[in-house]
């Protein structure tokens, strides 16, 4: 079957065109003459059955089509440009990986411990990319991947990597500190995760004597774990977080415990293994990276 698919040629300069509005300039930046500019804009039209420009007095201007087109390419062009420098980005001995992963898993958590791998593997080219976690794909494009322990990746061998345990977190300058210390937390705003509308519930499940609002759904909502975190920096209320993820702000004292209990999530995460990449050296040894990673973060105490 035949595909109606214009040349490369043909597309960037009908998108210099476009940008530029005018074909002088996009002829000037192409290295172009003027006319090779305006034959191939010619071959475009005749080819796709379209007028896509048209002369204006103020010059050349798009049609109500070229500007649909030009629209739908222009992505189209700058992805396959991408797409080629990935491809000339790759080391001639192979060592690469791409990683999928939790975002908030790699904010927080795996790049702050990235440099010992590299360390240990000086060569590596290492693409970090994110793993959603929303999103079902048949084909998922990673050598490895770290998600929830209950994500679907068809034929991948799982292990686990380690728990998650959250922590509630508040400013330093909190109204009702004491209070949250002791268990209280009645007063407190509890500040909202859009994808974890029920985390409340179960930490406060998990929470010995602790005395919860009436209402656990209530408050400021957030889309970002980022997000949510500045709230709690500028006194918005109280946040229920991974603790790996604010363990720098806790540490300088930024954040504090609203109070001291840890509590597991019922969900872990879990490092996932393209079926391809099995017998990779240097994908096995960042699999058994990420475990002794996990297991050293494990024994960590809060």
Known sequence: MRRHIPSTRALLIFDAVARHHGVGKAAEELCLTHSAVSQQLRLLESQIGVRLVQRTARGTELTDAGRRYHGQIAGDLLRLQNHTLEAMAQHADGRRLIVGAVPVLADGWLLPRLPQFIARHPGCSLHLQVFPTE????????????????????????????????????????????????????????????????AWEEWFGQTAHARPPENLVTGHRFDLFS????????????????????????????????????????????????????????????????????????????
């Open 135 to 198: 999103l079902y794909m048949e084909d998922m494009p990673f050598d490895l991947g770290v998600q929830y322990d209950d994500a679907v990746w068809p034929g991948a061998n799982a292990r686990p990597l380690m728990d998650e345990f959250c922590v509630a977190v508040c400013s330093p300058r909190a109204k009702g500190r004491a209070a949250m210390a002791r268990g209280d937390f009645r007063a407190a705003p509890l500040l909202q995760l859009r994808t974890r509308m029920g």
């Open 227 to 302: 997000s949510l975190v500045a709230a709690v920096r500028a006194d918005l209320g109280v946040g229920l977080v991974p603790h790996y993820f604010v363990e720098r702000e806790l540490r300088s004292g930024e954040l504090v415990l609203a109070c001291p209990h840890r509590a597991p999530l019922s969900r872990g995460y879990s490092v996932f293994m393209a079926p391809n990449r099995t017998a990779d050296p240097l994908a096995e040894a960042f699999l058994a990276w990420l475990c002794e990673a996990g297991a050293s973060s494990q024994r960590s105490p809060v």
